[in-house]
């Protein structure tokens, strides 16, 4: 049925709480969802197109028709859905949740409004008695009340939601049992509010009787209930956060421990190493003596094939690379020779200095998970085009080491999954590694190149 009973005023306020709503909806949506990124663009294009059209439709089913069925926010709800489905499909449980947990606030604040407004209506009516024009005087009243509600529903929201937009500060994805987990208490909300206002008024034969009037101790019980239920979803969702925190401190705490063990395993390697170098040095006299024997006895194809025994038995003692530390000789030579075993060119030029002030071992962390990445990534590009790079720069109180590999422009179509290449507990070590010393971690990509540089900090403050 078209809302014709809606004075200018009315139908102004309205609009005005719609924009705000709609901006509020975006801002606690954007804490699980990023809509805005700096590096692009259309996502701000598509963001602004989003939140006119939310506006345009809540406007039209609020100001246009009269029931008492949620078809603002169900068509809205649509709206949001198919935006994310077509543009944000990695994020529709952010989303879902994002829904519930805006709409949870709004019914909620019903609670509040209703007291306010209540107490408030209850001496302009006593007034209104009292005056000459009653209908005149009910007339500007309504307008007054009206836009004051509008304006105090939109209030409570923002402080409701105020919370949540500033103390969520990392953006967490959410499995579909956690959202169910977090929802309970949005959803008792929104269920509460609705039979609650179904009740406010009771039609009888013989008029109509308000609850709040029957049972006036509701105007500060029921919004206690609504202030107890937001409490409860606020702590659903800061303990998940805090949760979610303390299992990424235990990941990565696992993998570094891991990922030093695994350093240890090849520092044990690497002194049977040299023990081996050792040996062969050791025995080297005594193959010198036998090569000079059969060379001065014209023996030249015993000698040729006894030269090659001793290549045979050196080789696999050999390294690739020195680089000031037996420990990154080890990590380099092995990343190499798995790198060249599936057919990608590496170009390693790196050296370990102690003077940096940073342990070998954390240096070998960040070196291992860099070349994992980079051979995960280009084993994908075509044979022939499959290249790692590696290089360490050095200034003056920073090293940064930079690693730039190929990969398959066609498997990758969009940014994100750019940065789903460089992901898992991995890139969470680098990360603390780089943070620990007092720098940062920058990933690119650059036409069919991903860059990675970690810069770290020389003789570090560390706490």
Avoid at 107 to 135: C, G, H, R, W
Avoid at 212 to 236: D, H, N, R, V
Avoid at 349 to 354: E, Q
């Amino acid at each position: 049925m078209m809302n014709e009973n809606l004075s200018f005023i009315q139908a102004m306020s309205e609009g005005i709480a719609q924009i705000i709503r709609v901006i509020l909806f975006f801002a606690l949506w954007n804490r699980f969802v990023c809509l805005f990124d700096k590096q692009n663009r259309t996502s701000k294009s598509e963001a602004a197109i989003l939140a006119m059209a939310l506006i345009l439709v809540g406007a039209a089913f609020r100001l246009g028709f009269d029931s008492t069925w949620p078809f603002p926010g169900i068509a809205q709800f649509t709206v949001i859905m198919i935006f994310t489905v077509w543009r944000k499909r990695d994020d529709i449980r952010e989303t879902v949740f994002s829904c519930l947990l805006y709409l949870n606030f709004r019914y909620l604040s019903y609670f509040v409004v209703n007291s306010v407004t209540s107490l408030i209506s209850y001496p302009v009516m006593q007034k209104a008695l009292k005056s000459d024009d009653i209908e005149s005087f009910v007339a500007k009243w309504v307008d007054i009340l009206y836009l004051i509600t509008s304006l105090a529903y939109v209030a409570v929201i923002a402080v409701m939601a105020l919370p949540v937009i500033f103390l969520v500060k990392k953006r967490i994805k959410i499995s579909w049992s956690e959202t169910g987990y977090l929802s309970v208490m949005n959803i008792a909300g929104i269920a509460l509010t609705r039979i609650m206002m179904r009740l406010s008024v009771i039609k009888l034969e013989s008029g109509a009787v308000i609850l709040t009037e029957e049972k006036p101790e509701l105007l500060w019980q029921l919004p206690l209930i609504g202030f107890l239920l937001y409490l409860g979803e606020q702590s659903a969702v800061f303990i998940w956060q805090r949760y979610d925190m303390y299992r990424e401190q235990g990941e990565m705490y696992y993998a570094e421990n891991m990922e030093k063990e695994a350093i240890r395993k090849r520092l044990k390697e690497t002194e049977d190493y040299y023990g081996r170098i050792r040996s062969v040095r050791h025995e080297m006299a005594n193959h010198m003596m036998t090569i000079k024997g059969l060379a001065d006895g014209g023996h030249n194809k015993e000698l040729s094939d006894y030269i090659a025994k001793i290549s045979d038995a050196i080789e696999p003692v050999s390294l690739p690379f020195s680089t000031g530390s037996p420990v990154t000789d080890v990590v380099l030579g092995d990343k190499h020779r798995t790198a060249l075993d599936a057919g990608i060119s590496c170009d390693f030029r790196f050296v370990f200095d102690d003077g940096w002030g940073i342990p070998v071992y954390d240096i070998s962390i960040v070196l291992s998970n860099i070349l994992d990445n980079a051979a995960e990534a280009a084993s994908s590009a075509p044979e022939g085009k499959r290249y790692i790079e590696l290089r360490l720069i050095e200034k003056e109180k920073l090293i940064l080491i930079r690693c730039e590999n190929s990969y398959d422009v066609a498997s990758q179509k969009t940014v994100k999954q750019k940065d789903a290449m460089w992901h898992g507990i991995g890139l969470k070590n680098i990360g603390a590694i780089a943070s620990r010393y007092e720098g940062a971690v920058d990933i690119s990509q650059k036409g069919s190149a991903f860059i990675i540089s970690v810069m770290l900090k020389k003789n570090p403050r560390l706490t």
